[in-house]
């Protein structure tokens, strides 16, 4: 059984569209994530929720929308793409908020924008 | 802010010697920290972590890491390479005080090479 999942894993899509990348967890986990990628490799961190509630809001466009149905479900929504989007987008989920329990990753999804 | 710092972009190490990708770190307060590989187009895998106690951990596929305070540093060791060690490694930390808003910060990868 796959931990993490995302879907879908690649998104081909033109600059202005709409798109969304959804993520589950059967792991039973709290806490969710998603994380960019950027081409040279660097990750960081864009949204966090636990229990369905935003806790963690970085510096990201408010074109970037994030929605947690329930703690198992973390979906992405980006409005009106742009060619600096392109990247791997990670899903990623932890037991608890604020611990020192790891992160289980999902395998990404390669997004490019033409 | 904390802070991670992978000083090595690429370490390059024969199949059967000892590796160490190099990680040091800066936060507020008590570190929590963490080592991560990337195989490419996969996700993460986490290795090992630190949490309190002793300060060298040991993880997954023979990796081990030691907690230097004083020097602020967490390097992940093997004793013996494997070419199929080769990947992206991501050494990452997080405030352990910093209650909820608490974030896990990545270095900027150290790409692993092993040769035959």
């Known amino acids: 059984d796959t931990a993490v999942s995302q879907t879908p894993k690649y998104l081909v899509t033109q600059m202005g569209n709409d798109k969304s990348i959804k993520c589950e967890q059967n792991?039973?986990?709290?806490?969710m994530y998603w994380y960019k990628q950027d081409s040279k490799k660097f990750l960081k961190i864009m949204f966090s929720y636990n229990n369905k509630e935003l806790i963690i809001n970085e510096t990201v466009p408010n074109r970037f929308s994030p929605k947690s149905p329930d703690k198992a479900h973390l979906n992405l929504h980006i409005n009106s793409l742009e060619l600096g989007d392109s990247a791997v987008y990670f899903c990623?989920?932890?037991?608890?908020?604020?611990?020192?329990?790891?992160?289980?990753f999902g395998p990404g999804t390669r997004l490019t924008v033409t | 802010a904390q802070s991670v710092a992978q000083p090595e972009d690429q370490v390059n190490v024969a199949e059967g010697n000892p590796l160490t990708v190099k990680c040091t770190y800066s936060?507020?307060?008590?570190?929590?920290l963490f080592w991560y590989v990337q195989y490419p187009n996969r996700g993460l895998q986490f290795l090992l972590k630190y949490i309190t106690g002793d300060n060298l951990v040991k993880g997954s596929y023979g990796f081990e890491a030691e907690f230097n305070k004083s020097q602020t540093s967490f390097h992940l060791k093997k004793p013996s390479a494997l070419v199929s060690d080769s990947a992206l490694y991501f050494c990452?930390?997080?405030?352990?005080?910093?209650?909820?808003?608490?974030?896990?910060?990545f270095g900027t990868g150290t790409q692993l090479k092993v040769e035959l």
């Open positions: 990452a930390v997080r405030d352990a005080i910093a209650g909820t808003a608490s974030k896990l910060t």
């Open positions: 936060v507020s307060g008590n570190p929590y």
């Open positions: 990623a989920s932890s037991p608890r908020v604020a611990s020192g329990a790891e992160q289980y």
């Open positions: 792991l039973g986990h709290d806490t």
